[in-house]
């Protein structure tokens, strides 16, 4: 069983910056990758950055924004988010893949307000 535990969010004016936070708890063995999505209200969830052995992927909207690394010892997930924008605005989950199962952190609220 793996838990994940999201903190960093909040809000920010645009053109802000966040750092959103990951740790897993529990079993961590055979964690293939993580990663984080969001959700507006109204619209599905959607991949916003993932991380695995073999590198890294960003949804369009925030490549080149936003910035997913992990810890040495792959237990936690950062994204970093510079230049917020009001689309921006969503609540992001975090998201771990072991083996054949998706495990999902609670979320955590996102908004890029003035």
């Known amino acids: 069983q793996v838990q994940l535990a999201e903190s960093g969010g909040g809000l920010v004016q645009p053109g802000g910056s966040l750092n959103l936070s990951c740790v897993t708890a529990?079993?961590?063995?055979?964690?293939?990758?993580m990663g984080w999505y969001r959700q507006a209200p109204g619209k599905q969830r959607d991949l916003v950055a993932s991380i695995t052995s073999a590198g890294t992927d960003y949804a369009d909207s925030v490549k080149g924004r936003f910035t997913i690394s992990r810890d040495s010892t792959r237990r936690a997930v950062f994204l970093q988010m510079n230049y917020l924008k009001p689309e921006d605005t969503a609540v992001y989950y975090c998201h771990a893949k072991v083996y054949d199962s998706d495990y999902w952190g609670q979320g955590i609220q996102v908004t890029v307000s003035s």
């Open positions: 529990g079993t961590i063995f055979g964690i293939s990758g």
